[in-house]
Nanobody, 124 residues
């Protein structure tokens, strides 16, 4: 199983960025985006469950970030709008074959497979 995350980079405050995660070797059940700042715990941002497209969004990104998927390409996209300096982090996609209950979708321990991370820096 491989996850390839891409799209990170430098963006100005108030700007937008799109991250992509390509999954190979697994028909995933749940997939999610996490982010981590050095010295802090990994934080779940958004996750989506395959069987019913149920999406879970963290309060910290609600109204600004959205997640979408392309089943034909087995990719998931994280669209980030209205970015702020506090959104600066390494962003990871993670997946599992399970269709998790809602309360588990943004928990890091729910996922066996992780991408390598892509750095998003929000700065002027």
């Amino acid at each position: 199983v491989q996850l390839q995350a891409s799209g990170g980079g430098l963006v100005q405050p108030g700007g937008s960025r799109r991250l992509s995660c390509a999954v190979s070797g697994l028909n995933y059940g749940t997939i999610a985006w996490f982010r981590q700042v050095p010295g802090k715990e990994r934080e779940g941002a958004l996750g989506i469950r395959r069987q019913d497209r149920k999406t879970v969004t963290a309060d910290s990104v609600k109204g600004r970030f959205t997640i979408s998927r392309d089943d034909a390409k087995n990719t998931v996209t994280l669209q980030m709008n209205a970015l702020q300096p506090e959104d600066t982090a390494v962003y990871y996609c993670a997946t599992t074959s399970r269709n998790w209950i809602v309360s588990a979708i943004l928990q890091p321990e729910s996922y066996e497979y992780w991408g390598q991370g892509t750095l998003v820096t929000v700065s002027s």
